[in-house]
């Protein structure tokens, strides 16, 4: 079928955290352009299969290892990306910063060292602060509009012995890079050299420009494995997020025996809601025709903000977007590092809610992230009020 993604939803009376929680500052008619969720209806296998769920009455516990639930989600790694991996290795978590939270109280201590590559997804950063690791930045470098790993910095950075893990962002957020196989190699390597973990956060995987590729760590390094992590969900992909469904993918037997001791021994936090995976299910064998027409919907948004860019705001810069749907703008060539003017602007003269560069680190200053997933008109919307806005303060 024929998906509509100019389709206007009201989000009104969902509790949608995006509307109705806007950062701090923003006017309450701000445009909503900053958590990263979709204002696009869920592909329509998924209703389907909720719906025939819920004509089932009863909702009790469920099952996360069965085989129809590890099949779907092995079957799409492995039609997607050619990528082999085996049940047994396969875990359930909420989500993925939770995950994440887990991981770092299994493969470190406190005040050891996480290394990060900033500019990058802020709770990285809020996770290792509230559990007392100790963030270490191993920055990419920005050159030439576009983002690349510094790997003599990130040698050293993992050459200290004090320095555990890299959460690895693949592909990374803010930045938009699809790492390629070579640089993912590297970066196995240097990790390998010193026998450090790396947390591998793949959950942008699948939402790729047209004609990029995209390559698991698992097998890019199989040789690897038995010290990486690898996050996945089907929470971007197919706008679940609110379904708290995420597959964690741990080959190490001593960290498998550790995860399922924590997460299931200690807390009990290891059963997966009804719906979550009634919605994984269906989105992972069946949503595929929805992504295409998503990913092309995407690439148009991108295109459309390249260009209005170009014409009218000449010296701001989109980072080339590789994947994700999140635009990284850098607004230096006019606010020259001055976020708070930026911010300002932005909230109180434009009325957007994006999320500040300086968020995801220093190296942010004077960007913004701007969501796009959601309808040309809102991008088309929020562009304009932007423009306004410099051009109010004689910027333009
Ligand atoms: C890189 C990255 N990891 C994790 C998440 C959130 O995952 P979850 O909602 O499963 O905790 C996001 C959401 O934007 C993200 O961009």
């Given at each position: 079928m024929k998906y509509n993604f100019d389709e206007i939803i009201d989000r009104t009376g969902t509790s949608?955290?995006?509307?109705?929680?806007?950062?701090?500052?923003?006017?309450?008619d701000a445009l909503p352009l900053w958590v990263a969720d979709m204002d696009f209806a869920c592909a329509e296998p998924i209703l389907k299969a909720l719906h025939e769920r819920i004509d089932k009455k009863i909702f009790g516990y469920?099952?996360?290892?069965?085989?129809?639930c590890l099949g779907a989600v092995l079957n799409w790694y492995k039609k997607r990306y050619g990528?082999?991996?085996?049940?047994?290795?396969?875990?359930?978590?909420?989500g993925i910063v939770s995950a994440y939270a887990v991981l770092l109280n299994l493969l470190t201590k406190e005040g050891e060292g996480v290394v990060i590559q900033r500019p990058i997804?802020?709770?990285?950063?809020?996770?290792?602060?509230?559990?007392?690791?100790?963030?270490?930045?191993?920055?990419?470098?920005?050159?030439?509009?576009n983002y690349t790993i510094d790997f003599d910095d990130l040698d050293k950075k993992m050459a200290e012995p004090n320095n555990k893990v890299l959460v690895f962002c693949s592909p990374h957020n803010p930045a938009g890079r699809v790492w390629t196989e070579e640089e993912i190699r590297k970066v196995v390597d240097i990790c390998k050299k010193y026998d450090k973990w790396i947390i591998c956060d793949e959950i942008h995987c699948d939402l790729l420009r047209c004609g990029m590729t995209f390559h698991?760590?698992?097998?890019?390094?199989?040789d690897y494995a038995d010290r990486i992590a690898?996050?996945?969900a089907p929470s971007k992909t197919f706008n679940l997020a609110g379904m708290k469904t995420s597959n964690i993918v741990i080959h190490n037997k001593?960290?498998?025996?550790?995860?399922?001791?924590?997460?299931?021994?200690?807390?009990?936090m290891n059963g997966a809601g009804t719906l979550g995976l009634t919605a994984m299910i269906a989105a992972y064998n069946e949503g595929e025709e929805w992504l295409e027409q998503l990913k092309e919907y995407l690439d148009g948004n991108f295109a459309y903000i390249d260009a209005f860019l170009k014409e009218h705001l000449p010296k701001a810069h989109m980072v080339p977007s590789e994947g994700t749907y999140l635009a990284w703008i850098d607004f230096n060539g006019y606010v020259d590092g001055d976020a708070e003017k930026l911010e300002e602007i932005m909230q109180k003269k434009a009325r957007v809610a994006l999320d500040e560069g300086y968020i995801f680190g220093d190296a942010g200053r004077g960007f913004e992230r701007i969501n796009i997933a959601t309808p040309r008109s809102v991008v088309e919307d929020c562009m304009?009020?932007?423009?306004?806005a410099f051009k109010e303060e004689k910027l333009v």
């Open positions: 949608a955290t995006k509307m109705e929680s806007l950062p701090k500052g923003c006017p309450d469920t099952m996360y290892d069965t085989d129809e990528w082999e991996e085996q049940k047994e290795n396969l875990f359930f978590c909420g997804y802020y709770p990285f950063t809020m996770k290792a602060n509230s559990n007392g690791r100790q963030i270490v930045d191993s920055p990419l470098i920005y050159a030439d509009g698991p760590i698992l097998k890019v390094a199989p690898v996050c996945t001593e960290l498998q025996a550790a995860w399922k001791e924590l997460i299931g021994g200690k807390l009990s304009d009020r932007i423009l306004k």
